[in-house]
């Protein structure tokens, strides 16, 4: 209607610009309506309860749902650090934060392997000193799924408790309440909204993630074969099992849309309001 | 007890900015901080209250040293006996009032039953008790900082700071909440701070007059005494104000010379009545207009003020009077001359500063 209306005042649209920018769609669009053309949906039920798919669905749900219990104890201190805390190199820290999010997934297994390998920078040590190894197992890829899931959970914490207003951590100091008393009952419960958007964010890398995955702790079955990976090995022996993975990630992919424009407008609005 | 209850001398350098002023006051002193924008009132208050640092000087309360620089003394804000009210109330918006105000005696140490019982016995004495469960979002402006007082109250604060508790509220909200902070004001033990910029504020709340102006103390003196002798002209535009204290009932305030004061507003006991120095006329002959309040005086001094003059009276202790050059001239005012002063009764503005006054 707006644009209908904006339309004359200028001048038409330019073709131009308008077959681009439809073209632009289609490509988006076109790939995910195939995947839910060719999905076998009529198998899907025998599909979701074989052994193969069960196991890399229960894998991906314990091993990301870990990933963001770590992300959440590490992310909120660092999150909190970053808004309210002023100390020399905040902005190098926050860079760093800022990194894997950029990062090629695949070089960040690679990291991980140089970090916590075998022959790692701590790896090595750790198996020298306590014959503990970390690669190729499900505690790694909790491992790879925080390493990529944390920036984004820190980077959405930190900008909703900066959002806050910081005078309430004033008042809240006049009433007698100390740094940790305020962080607690007035600074996280006013970011709430933002905390959540951030878990959600956080669970849905971690569950897609693969590159860093495969890297650091390889592809295997119960172990740390999550749904990416069986996608791709299904991929090469059963496509219709691949598309039925497929089908549920995107599903899940959809959800998250859905659940986190409801908050972001949440938080835009209490942003607005208290402004 | 020996020394001030509040014994402060703050200073804070910032780029471009000083502050530096001296305050001491003693129990139940209501200390009105007036001064223009910018003139480090609210840098004043956020010092003592601790959520700012001083940088030389010294902070003593009630005994205790709250912070002194020299000697690497600061306790945080925490730890100060501090009340707060803020100009925008910034009650907590996640929280119901009973727990916004429950929220100090909590952070001390209470137990949940007892800062819950404390919060409602305030909530009460400020009138909105039954708002108890309701969250910020639905208090209008007036309930929503009687609120914020009744939270500043609760934690049993020995330096309660004000700053412009009214200033964000309608004029009739504000004339109200005003009515109810002088009750508490006066039933008030500790050092009460109330930061604002509006003379009638500071000449009815306050048992003194702290004006601040650039960083630094301007006048210090009792509410009559400011506003009848002001320091400096700057002082002067800023409490420009008639202040007359007297014991009312109804409509008439026996004042303390014994002289009358009708008032159109009915008040009971202990009263200030304000006046602007506008509203104040001049005759040579008694006046036979509506105005019943008069009075003869002599002129004490006469001096230019912005497009008026400002004449000073000796009249009921002092008063001042705006007129116009035209009507100063007509009426030949220099000092000595003998005028009669004449205020109507609608123009007056009682405050009650006690508990007789709802």
């Known amino acids: ?275 | 007890m020996t020394g001030p209850f509040l014994d402060a001398h703050v200073v804070v350098r910032r780029p471009g900015h000083l502050l530096d002023v001296r305050l001491q006051a003693r129990p139940g002193e209501v200390v009105a901080v007036i001064g223009p924008n910018g003139a480090g009132k609210s840098t004043l208050v956020r010092a003592l209250a601790g959520v700012l640092p001083i940088t030389d000087g010294r902070v003593r309360c009630d005994g205790e040293t709250w912070e002194e620089p020299r000697r690497g003394v600061r306790l945080e804000a925490r730890r100060r006996h501090v009340g707060m009210v803020f100009q925008q109330g910034l009650l907590f918006p996640h929280l119901s009032a009973l727990r916004n105000v429950a929220f100090g005696p909590r952070s001390r140490g209470e137990p949940r039953r007892r800062a819950d019982a404390v919060a409602r016995g305030w909530l009460d004495r400020l009138g909105v008790a039954d708002l108890a469960e309701r969250r910020p979002a639905q208090l209008s402006g007036g309930q929503a900082q009687r609120v914020a007082v009744a939270r500043a109250l609760a934690g049993d604060p020995r330096l309660l700071l004000l700053d412009e508790p009214l200033s964000a509220l309608d004029v009739g909200v504000a004339a109200a909440l005003r009515l109810e902070l002088a009750r508490h004001l006066a039933g008030y033990d500790g050092v009460a701070l109330l930061v604002t910029h509006d003379a009638l504020d500071a000449l009815t709340l306050a048992t003194r007059v702290l004006v601040v102006d650039d960083g630094r103390v301007a006048q210090d003196g009792p509410p009559e005494e400011v506003a009848r002798r002001p320091a400096t002209d700057h002082v002067a535009r800023l409490v420009g104000l008639n202040v007359l204290r007297g014991t009312s009932e109804g409509t008439t305030v026996r004042l303390r010379d014994g002289s009358l004061l009708v008032t159109a507003v009915p008040s009971q006991g202990e009263v200030s009545a304000g006046f602007a120095p506008s509203a104040v006329t001049l005759t040579s002959e008694e006046p036979v207009g509506s105005a019943r309040n008069r009075w003869r005086g002599t002129v004490t001094s006469v001096v230019p003020y912005g497009a008026s003059v400002r004449v000073h009276l000796d009249a009921v202790g002092g008063l001042i009077a705006d007129v116009t050059p035209p009507s100063s001239v007509r009426l030949g005012l220099t000092p000595g001359t003998t005028v009669w002063a004449a205020v109507k009764a609608t123009e007056i503005s009682v405050y009650g500063r006690d508990a007789g006054l709802r």
Do not use: C, K
């Open chain 1, 1 to 275: 209607m707006r644009a209908r209306a904006r339309g004359p005042a200028v001048g038409r649209a330019p073709l131009r610009l308008l077959i681009p920018a439809f073209l632009a769609v289609a490509f988006l669009t076109l790939p995910l309506v195939a995947l839910l053309a060719r999905t076998p949906w009529s198998q899907l039920a025998d599909r979701l309860t074989s052994e193969a798919v069960l196991q890399a669905l229960r894998l991906s749900v314990v091993t990301s749902l870990a990933a963001v219990a770590v992300v959440t104890v590490v992310g909120v201190p660092l999150a909190w650090a970053l808004a309210r805390l002023d100390f020399p190199g905040r902005s190098l820290v926050r860079a760093l934060v800022i990194v894997p999010l950029v990062l090629p997934p695949v070089v960040g297994g690679v990291a991980l392997l140089s970090a916590f390998g075998r022959r790692g920078l701590v790896g090595g040590p750790l198996d020298a000193a306590f014959g503990v190894t970390l690669p190729y197992t499900t505690a790694a890829v909790v491992v790879a799924h925080t390493f990529v899931a944390l920036p984004f959970f820190v980077l959405s914490v930190e900008g909703a408790l900066r959002a806050t207003d910081r005078e309430y951590d004033v008042v809240a100091a006049t009433l007698g309440a100390g740094r940790w008393t305020t962080f607690r009952t007035v600074s996280l419960p006013l970011a709430g909204p933002g905390l959540l958007a951030g878990l959600v964010l956080a669970w849905a890398r971690a569950l897609g993630e693969f590159g860093a995955t495969i890297t650091f702790a390889g592809n295997f079955p119960g172990t740390t074969r999550t749904m990416p990976n069986a996608i791709y090995v299904e991929l090469q022996t059963d496509p219709d099992a691949a598309l039925v993975l497929s089908v549920i990630l995107m599903a899940v992919s959809v959800a998250v849309l859905a659940l986190l424009r409801d908050r972001w407008f949440d938080v835009a609005v209490q942003g607005a309001v208290r402004r």
